[in-house]
């Protein structure tokens, strides 16, 4: 088996907190590049910060987006699945109070998918009650998989909410992925005041997004500023494309 080339790991933490404590893994989101027939093996790092022994099946689900949604599909039901070819190091997994546990995972990407996304997911066994709710913990990795270097993206009407009393300006773009491949958009809102002079910027939070996938990037200015007009420039950045849109802003 090859291994898929261009590997970037976030390593982001994703937590479930339960009783004092909190159940973590990392990564929590793999970026691949590669092409149909290759595959990949990742490893996954479980641990247990809570009080308790917490118990895991491992199972991998695809990631599908319908409606502008991502959604969770069980292995096999997509075609293309890539979720069917995971196979886990372990199947079942116990993790004692204060320790971790790894368990590595390897899939192989299926010809003519369309499927660019799975988790690889420790599916929890134990019951853990939040109030009077019983609940399980479940909790997994991202995986996401960029066959060519093809981009579509439309970037929608932005919006802007000015600031007031007791709120920020925040600023609002949304994007809908429509070609084939995930990418990861960001981007910065630069505020403009009468004369055309900078006064401000403000990020854009970053969004992973999956083909067919509707997104908002959105971001607050901490700033403070006086009453007029404004222009708001937010450009940003979709897989490499550079996209720049202005609206105006009046602070009363």
């Known amino acids: ?119 690889a997911l420790f599916h929890g066994k134990d019951r853990i009650m939040r109030g009077n709710v019983p609940m399980t913990a479940s909790l997994g990795m991202l995986m996401t998989f960029a066959l060519s270097d093809t981009i579509a993206v439309d970037a929608g009407v932005p919006s802007v909410v000015p600031q007031s009393a007791t709120s920020n300006a925040s600023f609002t773009e949304p994007f809908v992925n429509n070609g084939t491949e995930p990418f990861v958009a960001k981007g910065i809102a630069a505020i403009l005041d009468g004369t055309g002079t900078l006064v401000g910027k403000a990020p854009l939070e970053s969004r992973r997004v999956l083909p067919g996938e509707q997104v908002l990037l959105h971001g607050e200015f901490a700033g403070e500023l006086a009453r007029g007009k404004y222009r708001v420039l937010l450009t940003c950045d979709a897989g490499g494309k550079v996209i720049t849109r202005s609206v105006e802003m009046v602070v009363r």
């Open 1 to 119: 088996m090859r291994t898929i080339l261009g590997l970037l790991i976030l390593s982001l933490a994703s937590a479930a907190y339960a009783n004092n404590g909190a159940l973590s893994v990392t990564p929590a989101v793999i970026m691949l590049r590669g092409e149909p027939g290759q595959s990949t093996t990742q490893r996954m790092l479980l641990t247990n910060g809570t009080s308790r022994p917490f118990s895991f099946d491992l199972v991998a689900e695809d990631v599908v987006v319908r409606h502008g949604k991502r959604l969770l599909v069980p292995a096999g039901e997509t075609i293309g699945s890539i979720a069917a070819t995971a196979v886990f190091s372990q199947r079942f997994v116990t993790v004692p109070t204060g320790q971790s546990v790894a368990v590595e995972v390897t899939v192989t990407i299926p010809p003519q998918t369309t499927v660019r996304a799975i988790t």
